[in-house]
Structures are given as structure tokens and as C-alpha cells.
């Protein structure tokens, strides 16, 4: 967007054959096609080559919701109908065979094509296939890059590939990444765009001091290194385009623009072909001065362009026709799609500088840093992660259980959360009314997500009885409040899965409404060891909770992989209560105890190591965002009024409950923030459980809340974070890596995404400490040895980038309640390959967490007969430490989607590092493979196929050229073999056959 500155069949023939003879889901092109680079005009290496990109850019939700964008309702908000562009489009394109256009969002593309007759159907196949209307990037959404995971990340492309590839066939497999929009570009996406096939990436937004340097550089493009440990497997050439996503300045020709159209009648006194000729010439040769050959890209389009494409093309047309017959042009102009200019750019055959870090943070100017945006609406960030969590379980469920009927449903499912990964969605730079429809559409797919867990566990605890287990298993929603229904009764069954592909033993907690509980494991008799603990007041007061729960019952687990284990609930009539006179908390690896600075940290097994817990806020600027230094903080921009936080009164008060399974701290800092702190029995991390809000803004303040971990290591200005919760980075307090900075916000201008984890490290004393997220946040290190983490934003000034409306989120008539966790984990890295591996491992935990699901139990039933399975696993074997099935989910045609991947970086760990190999047969217990062929990450090629345009880097002597560097998988004496490298996702499409028993 412009922020001022933003059931059709396959209709191919599946005719490529796997291991076992069987049809597979990828399509092979057609002789008779000419898409891709057979289509592409023919450059002249005499001139300079104007490429004219005729493009629309459709946010998938923003100013409106998807469906208000899609049929263009609410035009006082904003004249924009995605129905009528591709409409338009289409018309024009049959118009005249010379124009091209390329289209983008895979969700708006396929609702529009479900509304579409056959013989309009017919139509746009031809287009596609002679490649005159050309599908890049590909995704659900054109996704947001800081705030987003990699799990989500891969499930949006992979769906929006899966469409696609159905559709229409190999024409539609996109070659090229379109991020023109997210605001800051991260290195895990071009590790990705490359693992999906691309040959590149254009993308519109860096930093106005980066940017500068690069056009006066000449390196505007460049070859990324995506990964440091998957090496040239990951490198992507890189465009940043020169006007964001803009035509050049006069030359919009959209009904919703105001630039003159191309007069050519001699007798109008308006006539201006000489003045337009001449100033798009102009504007070519100085655009080329910034870029190395003699192409250059002009994105002929803008937000919802195109409505009335005949506009636009008319214009393009004679724009063309004149700038041709001026004679002695030195300039060749002509419709073009990225993937052709990438391609003439690549024919130049030169060398490029190289990028290894990231664009981020991103400022527009000296006072707008968009970093605000890492923490924005902080409700919705954690509401997509629990989606991602439910969506990975709905789908392994599918598989193990071979479940029937749901397909629908996991469809919905799928493509909510790729719509969550939209740009303007996750991100919380939406909206209120839009926020409120993306949080129904994941509501929605989250229920049938709850759905098909539901029948899944049935049908997997049915396994030899008689017939399905009627009793029904319930999914419970607002465990983030301490809310379950299903829970408040005296009896019930509970069955806890885990989507993990290894052994977790892990606490649980579940809001109850006695005081004590007896727990059995089902098919043992075993009772675990328990303990109740108060909710709370500050939660119990959360608006909008409903709930006659008071305690939380708490117990540690024992789950096997990809595997469920159900439990037998029962109240016992006793006194639960367990306040404690001690002043302090701890374990076997931490004492936790509080002063008057806030809550005080010590590791035993390294006595010189501490920390201090707080909160403080910052003020929100506020201006009238006419001028660079009255810019407000806002959705977008983080802006605080000064450098040092604000700090709380100290009038804290705190009680201290300990039991058998858990001990902590409640602390109420005031009436509006509180926490809890937990050290459990045999688990190496302290958990910050976090509750703000409504934040007060009765003193017309808005306010940014942080929480600072203050430790006594000296991290000398750098620290680490993750790139959307894989790969890490190293960033340095006040540094760029390919740029001197000149600073003039000093806090958000140091602020960083936080997927899911940033470290500090003590380089003498080989100590780390690390906060791990449930949720994605911004961050940073402002002092050595200082983690801060800003947690919740209210604010009551817009800050003038499109939304046009402050972020001032409220929920039953008061400022938004938050509630959220950090994970404290921090020691000696003397034993390196144990620290990192328990730190991943919960990082795994939190991202795929294990999910309860209810069964209620008549008061006084024994009801163990409810299931003939108590317990199962979805493995047969273990899987080395450093392996993890990233995907597990049903495909077509009876296949099943599986993908494996290496957790660890290069030289992260002297033993775990290293390659890795799988046997994968028999591996599962309740299906044995039957076939297996590797494709990309996307699932939309044959990894064989892959042939990715080589680029060669300034001072390098290897191309970029994807060789496979893999070993093949291997099928012998009934092994499949498949070797991992560290950070590598390997994809498959497996043919399953169920096992009887």
C-alpha cells in the first residue's frame, strides 16, 4: 500500500510418475506453452531497455476487510474493488497480444476465479500459458516479513503454490519474489524464496540512508546470502526498486490518479507527447545511473490499480508508440514482467556485491522508524501463533488417523492463516475493523481446526473397539485467560497431544474450580503429582472473562512424539492452598526472590550470575506529522519522548505460593500491570507470565510497555536475535553492517523483530542469557548485559502512514488486557551442544505447544472405558536431537505432504552441527510409505527440476547456479535414507498406505 512514502479439477494431465508408479501432484509443462522466459521481449544491447511492469498491488485487508477489498464495498473509505481489476485486466489483455501484466495474491485470484465461467476460465489459462498474464511471488498474501514465522511462512507459499499448480498448471509456478511492500526485508525470507525455486526478489522498502548509499553506489542490486549455513542453496539475486512500487512521477494513469493522461491530438492545446517523451527518457537515463546494465524496471501501477484498466493501457500504448518513432531514440521501452527484466539482467552476465544481514529496522526518514509495527496489537500476534500451533496439529492429526470428511475445513483453516500472514494482518497495522474480521476469519478456521482434533483423537482411541467413541473431546480457546469451561467441572477426562517429533515432559496448567484434584493416567493407574495454585485477581478481572474457575491446576507430562496421552481428573474434597511465608521462589538451577528494583534472578551453578526483572514505559511522541520531527509514534513508528523509560512507583505488592510441581511470585505493580513468576521442578528456565493493561490514557498520554532483564554480563554492544525463528543474526547497539549510521532516534532506531528468541553473551565468562517469546515482539539491548522487550502499545495519535486511526485497541468497552509469557533461560555455554539444545527444545515448545483436549466425565464414573487407546505415538523410533518434522500434513490423490528439517546452524554446536541421516521407513506407526519424491520447499517442483538462474558475486569463482549438493534420498533393503545439513528443510511427497493394526 501507498503509506505515503504504500472446486475446479486440475486441468493438466499428472503424468510424472513416483517410486511406485503412482501419479504425482506436480504438473509438467506443455510443449505448446511459451510462458516464462520463452515470453519475454527481446532486449537491445545497444540501447537502454525501458521495462514497462504493468501491476496492481491488492493488500489482502488493510484500510478494509478482504471481502470489502475483493467486491469493493465501502468506498468512503476507500475506492477499491479486486473483482473488477481482474475484470478489467483480462479485457485488456485480449485487447491487444502485446500488453502484459502480472498479478500477485493467490487469495484475491482464486476467489475471483471461483466466480468465473468456463469459457472466462478458458481464457485466463491462455493468457497464463502464452505468458502475457503472469503469477509472481505466489503466496496466500504478500507477507509481512519482521513479525511473521518461517512455519507459517512455508504453509502460506505452499498453499498458494498448491492453488496455482491445480489451476493452471506449470505456467503458474512463480519464478520470482514481489515483496514491495512489507516495511523491512528479512534474510530468512531470501533463504526461502531461494529453497522455493526463485531466481529473485524485488522488493520497495529500505532505509533512506541505505538506499541513498546504494543508488550512489550502484548496488541497488546484489546478491544475498540468504543462510551462512545452507551457503549458495540459499543465495538470491536482489532487486530494491527504485520508486518503491510507484510509476515515475507523472505518469500514473489510473482513475484513481491525477496525472495527465498522454494527449497526442496536435490541435488540442493540450497536447504533451514531446513533454511526456522527453521526461520519461530523462527519468529512464537517471534511474540507469544507479543500476549496473542497460535495463531498467518502471512499475507502471499502485495500490488497487487498474479498476479500469483501458486507462492504463491506452496510455502505456501510445506512450510506447511515441517514445519508438522519436527519432534517433537511444532507448527500446516495452511491456515486460520482473521475471524478464531479471532475466536481461542476468544476460548482462556481470558481478555482484553481496548482502549476508538484513534490512532491518526500517526508517523512512531520521524520525520514523518502523519498528512500532514489531509490537502492535500484541492479542492478534499471539492469537496467529496459537493458530499455527492448532493448524500443525489438525493436519498431523489428518494423517495419523487417516481421517475422512474434514478436507473442507483444513482448507478454511489453511487459508485464514495465510491470510494472517499478510503484510497488514500479523503485523497490527491494520484497521480496527479490519483486526476485528481477521480475528473472526481465524476464529473460524481455528473451530475447525478444534473439529478435526476432535474426531481424530476419537477415531485414534477408538483403534479396535467395537465401535467409535461416541464421548466427544473439546478444545478450549482461552487457556490464555485461565478460561475453560470443560475444566470447571469435578470430573473429566483430559487428553494432551504432541505435535512435537520428540518426547516432551512439560507442565500443564487448566483452570479449575476446586481446590484439589486427584490425577490418573488412563491404562496405568498412576496418579501424577499435582498441585493448584490460584488464578490471579488481575486475571480473574480480565474484561469480558466469564468464568467460575479460581485456581489453576498444574501437573507435569510425559507425552510421546506426534502422540497423545489421556489423563483422569477427579476433585478430592481437602484445601489446596499453599501460600508461602518464604521470600523467595527456585529450583535445582534458580533462585528467583524480589527487592525494591523488581524481581531478582540467581543461577546456582554459576553463583556470579543474576539479573533484575521490571517494567517501565515510554511516552508516545505526539505530532502533527506535516514535518520529520513532529512525526508521532503510531501503528507503524515507534517514536518514544525520550531515551530513558518511565519508570512504575515503586508500591508493588506480592504473595508467594509453593507446591510439588511449581513455585512462584504474584506480583501486582499496579492496578494495570501484573505478573507471575514460575520456576517448576527439573525445568531450566524461569517463566515471566506478564499481564498489562487497560493501559491508562486519562492524562491524553499514550504509552509503550517494556520489560527489562538487567544481568550483571558484559555483552559489549552486540546481542542476537532470530530471523522469523530460525536462523540468528548478530546486531550491534548504534551499527549497520554496510552503512555508517547517522541516528537521530536512539531507541527505535535500535529496535529489532523478535520472532522468538534474543540473546546476550558474555564473552569472557562464557555466559549467555536468553528470552524466548510466545509471540512476536520488538526489542533490544540498549545497555550491555540489558534485554528489553515492549510488550503492549496504546497510543492516541495516528502517525500519518495510510491508517489514518491512533492504535488505541480496547475490548468490552476498555483499553485492551494482555496477557503473555517470556521464557528466561541463561547459564554457562561451557558445554555448549546442552545449553543450546535445551534453549531450541523450548523454543519448539512454545511454537508447537501440546494441546489438551476435554472430555466431560459424569460425576462419579469411572469411564475408562471411554477409548480402547489410552496412549499412543505417531512414531516408531526417535528422531536424532537435531531433526524435526517440520510438516506433516495430507496432500492429494492419497499422498501425504512431509518435510524434515536440520535445526541447527552451522557451527552452532561442536556435535550437533553436523549432517544428519534418517531412515524414514517404518518410522510411523500408523501408515508405512509407499512412495517417495523430493520436490522444493514449495511442493510445486520436482527438486530434479530445479534449474535456477546463476549469478556470480564480485571476487567469488562460485556461481550460484543450484547444483544438487544433496544426497539423493536412498531406497534399499527397505531403508529411505535422507541425509540432512544443518538448516536444511527437505520436502517430499509420500504415497501412504494405512497399517491394520
Not at 242 to 251: A, D, K, L, Q
Not at 413 to 434: S, W, Y
Not at 454 to 462: H, L, Q, T
Not at 604 to 625: A, D, P, R, V
Request: glycine share 6%; proline share 4%; net charge negative.
Amino acid at each position: 500500500m501507498s503509506r505515503l512514502s504504500g472446486i475446479v479439477f486440475p486441468l493438466f494431465l499428472l503424468v510424472a510418475l513416483l517410486g511406485h508408479g503412482q501419479t504425482a501432484s506436480i504438473p509438467r509443462r506443455s510443449p505448446v506453452q511459451t510462458c516464462g522466459y520463452q515470453a519475454c521481449p527481446a532486449v537491445d544491447p545497444e540501447k537502454l531497455n525501458i521495462h514497462l511492469v504493468a501491476h496492481t498491488h491488492d493488500d489482502v485487508g488493510w484500510l478494509k476487510t478482504v471481502d470489502q477489498y475483493y467486491f469493493g464495498s465501502r468506498t468512503t473509505i476507500q475506492k477499491a474493488g479486486v473483482q473488477y481489476i481482474l475484470d478489467s485486466v483480462i479485457q485488456a489483455l485480449l485487447a491487444d497480444p502485446q500488453r502484459k501484466f502480472i498479478y500477485v495474491e493467490t487469495f484475491f485470484l482464486w476467489k475471483w476465479w471461483l466466480r468465473q465461467s468456463d469459457e472466462m476460465k478458458e481464457t485466463v489459462r491462455n493468457l497464463i500459458n502464452e505468458g502475457r498474464l503472469e503469477i509472481i511471488g505466489g503466496g496466500w498474501s504478500m507477507n509481512d516479513e519482521a513479525v511473521t514465522h518461517y512455519h507459517s511462512l512455508v504453509d502460506q507459499y505452499t498453499w498458494g503454490f498448491r492453488r496455482l499448480n491445480d489451476t493452471f498448471g506449470s505456467c503458474a509456478r512463480p519464478r520470482i519474489g514481489w515483496q514491495i511492500d512489507p516495511f523491512g526485508h528479512s534474510r530468512e525470507q531470501a533463504s526461502l524464496f531461494a529453497q522455493l525455486g526463485f531466481d529473485g526478489m524485488f522488493f520497495g522498502r529500505l532505509d533512506y540512508q541505505d538506499k541513498s548509499q546504494r543508488l550512489e553506489d550502484k548496488t541497488m542490486e546484489f546478491l544475498w546470502k540468504g543462510s551462512p549455513s545452507l551457503g549458495s542453496r540459499a543465495d538470491l539475486f536482489t532487486v530494491a526498486l527504485y520508486n518503491t512500487y510507484s510509476p515515475p512521477p507523472g505518469f500514473c494513469f489510473d482513475v484513481l490518479c491525477s496525472d495527465d493522461p498522454i494527449i497526442d491530438d496536435p490541435n488540442s492545446p493540450d497536447y504533451n507527447v514531446k513533454e511526456k517523451v522527453e521526461k520519461i527518457v530523462a527519468y529512464a537515463r537517471t534511474q540507469a545511473k544507479s543500476y549496473n546494465t542497460n535495463n531498467v524496471i518502471f512499475t507502471m501501477g499502485e495500490d488497487f490499480n487498474y479498476q479500469h484498466a483501458e486507462m492504463w493501457f491506452t496510455n502505456l500504448d501510445r506512450l510506447m508508440r511515441y517514445v519508438k518513432e522519436e527519432k534517433g531514440s537511444e532507448v527500446n521501452i516495452f511491456y515486460s514482467t520482473p521475471s524478464c527484466y531479471l532475466k536481461a539482467v542476468h544476460d548482462a552476465n556481470l558481478q555482484w556485491t553481496t548482502k549476508a544481514d538484513d534490512f532491518f529496522p526500517y526508517a523512512s526518514d531520521p524520525h520514523s522508524y518502523w519498528t512500532g509495527y514489531f509490537s502492535s496489537r500484541p492479542a492478534i500476534k499471539f492469537f496467529e501463533r496459537m493458530g499455527n500451533n492448532l493448524l500443525q496439529i489438525s493436519k498431523q492429526l489428518s494423517v495419523l488417523t487417516s481421517l475422512e470428511g474434514h478436507e473442507e475445513h483444513l482448507v478454511n483453516f489453511r487459508e485464514a492463516m495465510g491470510i494472517m500472514q499478510h503484510h497488514d494482518a500479523v503485523t497490527g497495522t491494520e484497521k480496527q475493523l479490519v483486526a476485528d474480521d481477521y480475528s473472526r476469519l481465524l476464529y473460524e478456521g481455528m473451530q475447525h481446526g478444534a473439529d478435526i482434533a476432535s474426531n481424530a483423537i476419537r477415531k485414534w482411541k477408538s483403534k479396535g473397539a467395537a465401535e467409535l467413541i461416541q464421548e466427544e473431546a473439546y478444545s478450549c480457546m482461552q487457556f490464555n485467560i485461565s478460561t475453560c469451561s470443560y475444566t470447571e467441572d469435578e470430573n473429566f477426562l483430559l487428553t494432551i497431544y504432541n505435535p512435537l517429533s520428540r518426547r516432551i515432559s512439560t507442565p500443564i496448567r487448566v483452570p479449575v474450580k476446586y481446590d484439589a484434584y486427584k490425577i490418573l493416567e488412563l491404562g496405568g493407574g498412576v496418579q501424577i503429582v499435582s498441585q493448584t495454585v490460584p488464578i490471579p485477581k488481575s486475571v480473574r478481572d480480565v474484561p469480558g472473562r466469564v468464568s467460575a474457575a479460581n485456581n489453576e491446576l498444574v501437573f507435569v507430562v510425559s507425552i510421546p512424539p506426534l502422540g497423545f496421552k489421556s489423563y483422569k481428573v477427579t476433585r478430592k474434597l481437602e484445601s489446596g492452598s499453599q501460600v508461602s511465608d518464604d521470600l523467595f521462589i527456585g529450583n535445582e538451577f534458580y533462585n528467583v526472590s524480589i527487592n525494591d528494583d523488581g524481581i531478582v534472578v540467581d543461577w546456582k551453578k554459576q553463583n556470579n550470575m543474576s539479573l533484575t526483572q521490571s517494567f517501565h514505559y515510554y511516552e508516545g511522541m505526539e505530532g502533527n506529522n506535516e514535518v520529520n520531527k513532529n512525526r508521532s509514534s503510531g501503528a507503524y513508528i515507534f517514536r518514544p519522548k525520550s531515551v530513558s523509560g518511565k519508570n512504575f512507583a515503586n508500591t508493588a505488592t506480592y504473595e508467594i505460593y509453593k507446591g510439588p510441581v511449581v513455585e512462584e511470585i504474584h506480583q501486582v505493580v499496579n492496578d494495570w500491570v501484573s505478573q507471575v513468576i514460575r520456576v517448576y521442578k527439573r525445568q531450566e528456565y524461569v517463566e515471566f507470565d506478564w499481564l498489562v493493561g487497560p493501559i491508562p490514557v486519562k492524562d491524553k498520554i499514550g504509552k509503550e510497555v517494556i520489560t527489562k532483564y538487567s544481568s550483571n554480563l558484559n555483552s559489549t554492544g552486540e546481542f542476537d536475535t532470530d530471523t522469523n525463528g530460525r536462523e540468528t543474526l548478530k546486531r550491534k547497539r548504534n551499527f549497520r553492517p554496510t552503512w555508517d549510521l547517522v541516528l537521530e532516534e536512539e531507541v527505535s532506531g535500535n529496535y529489532y523483530p523478535i520472532t522468538s528468541k534474543i540473546s546476550l553473551t558474555d564473552k569472557e565468562k562464557l555466559q549467555k542469557l536468553s528470552v524466548l517469546t510466545d509471540r512476536a515482539q520488538g526489542g533490544s539491548s540498549m545497555k550491555d548485559g540489558e534485554i528489553e522487550m515492549m510488550i503492549h502499545r496504546r497510543l492516541l495519535k495516528d502517525d500519518a502512514f495510510g491508517v489514518d486511526e491512533a492504535l488505541n485497541e480496547t475490548a468490552y468497552g476498555k483499553g485492551l488486557v494482555v496477557r503473555g509469557s517470556h521464557y528466561v533461560i541463561g547459564g554457562s555455554v561451557k558445554s555448549l551442544d546442552d545449553f543450546v539444545l535445551k534453549e531450541k527444545e523450548l523454543a519448539l515448545q512454545l511454537l508447537l505447544r501440546p494441546w489438551p483436549l476435554i472430555t466431560p466425565v459424569p460425576t462419579n464414573s469411572v469411564n475408562e472405558d471411554f477409548m480402547a487407546v489410552t496412549q499412543a505415538s505417531g512414531l516408531a523410533k526417535g528422531l536424532p536431537p537435531n531433526v524435526h518434522i517440520l510438516t506433516l500434513e495430507p496432500w492429494k490423490d492419497n499422498k501425504v505432504l512431509l518435510r524434515l528439517e536440520h535445526i541447527f546452524e552451522v557451527g552452532e554446536t561442536e556435535t550437533l552441527s553436523k549432517p544428519v541421516e534418517v531412515n524414514l521407513q517404518d518410522l510411523f506407526t500408523t501408515f508405512t510409505i509407499t512412495s517417495i519424491e523430493e520436490t522444493t520447499l514449495g511442493g510445486n517442483q520436482w527438486l530434479k527440476d530445479m534449474d535456477r538462474l546463476s549469478f556470480k558475486a564480485v571476487n567469488e569463482d562460485v556461481l550460484q547456479k543450484q547444483t544438487n549438493l544433496d544426497v539423493p534420498v536412498e531406497i534399499n533393503d527397505g531403508a529411505i535414507n535422507v541425509v540432512l545439513n544443518p538448516m536444511q528443510i527437505r520436502t517430499f511427497i509420500v504415497g501412504v498406505e494405512p497399517k491394520s493394526n
